[in-house]
């Protein structure tokens, strides 16, 4: 597609439940990365993935927290058994390379975890 | 260890002046700045950039200053527009690896 799509745009859960957030890169994109902002905060890095394969992945703040790509495109962020402290927007991006221009970001997924 | 730090989590201007954002770094490995400017429910778009081998970037109303004894560079909008409201980020790369954002500024232009 044109641009970096996410879905859902807005996630409600309750507390323990697990959620899956999706991207779709821009057709092409070798490279992804997931940012959260939490409220009041800035982009906190969470994953970086070069085709199907995830070189950095130190941003994940805990076990419950996982993502895949497959086929070199859609990626999901899988949060498990969700905790308040989870409630963030959640960014995707993606690059060919890193370009003078960085990334393109997607809108986001706003989790609310209650 | 925050290595992109914004320390102004907001700034207010008058139309027609001039808006400056702040950021400062700690890494000397960082060699790539950029601008991400973010409107509500939308992700961040990009504004500009500068290589640390430059001092100063224009693009329009949009200049980009770098220090770099210092660890500093400065986003000057002149002159400032109501549409310019939003939050603005300051990112870093270290050769190509992935960016490092600031807290974000919030700038809020008056009519």
């Known amino acids: 597609g044109a641009g970096v799509s996410q879905s859902p745009s807005n996630k409600v859960t309750e507390k323990g439940k697990d959620v899956e957030l999706r991207c779709d890169p821009i057709?092409?994109?070798?490279?992804l990365y997931w940012y959260r902002q939490s409220l009041g905060q800035g982009l906190e890095f969470l994953i970086y993935f070069q085709g199907n394969s995830a070189p950095d992945k130190s941003g994940l703040p805990s076990d419950r927290f996982s993502a895949e790509r497959t086929g070199g495109s859609v990626s999901t962020l899988t949060i498990q058994r969700t905790q308040q402290e989870d409630s963030a927007v959640y960014l995707c991006?993606?690059?060919?390379?890193?370009?003078?221009?960085?990334?393109?970001f997607g809108s986001g997924t706003r989790l609310t975890v209650v | 260890d925050q290595q992109v730090k914004q320390n102004s989590p907001s700034l207010s201007v008058q139309e027609g002046r001039i808006s400056i954002l702040n950021c400062d770094y700690t890494?000397?490995?960082?060699?790539?700045f950029l601008w991400y400017k973010k409107y509500p429910a939308e992700g961040p778009t990009f504004l500009i950039s500068?290589?640390?081998?430059?001092d100063k970037n224009e693009d329009g109303r949009f200049t980009v200053f770098l220090n770099k004894s210092a660890k500093h560079l400065s986003l000057h909008i002149v002159p400032s527009q109501p549409g310019d409201s939003a939050v603005y980020f300051c990112a870093a790369s270290a050769r190509g690896s992935r960016l490092t954002f600031g807290e974000g500024t919030q700038l809020t232009v008056n009519p």
């Open positions: 991006a993606s690059s060919l390379v890193l370009t003078e221009r960085g990334y393109t």
């Open positions: 500068i290589s640390s081998i430059k």
């Open positions: 890494n000397s490995m960082f060699d790539y």
């Open positions: 057709s092409g994109h070798t490279a």
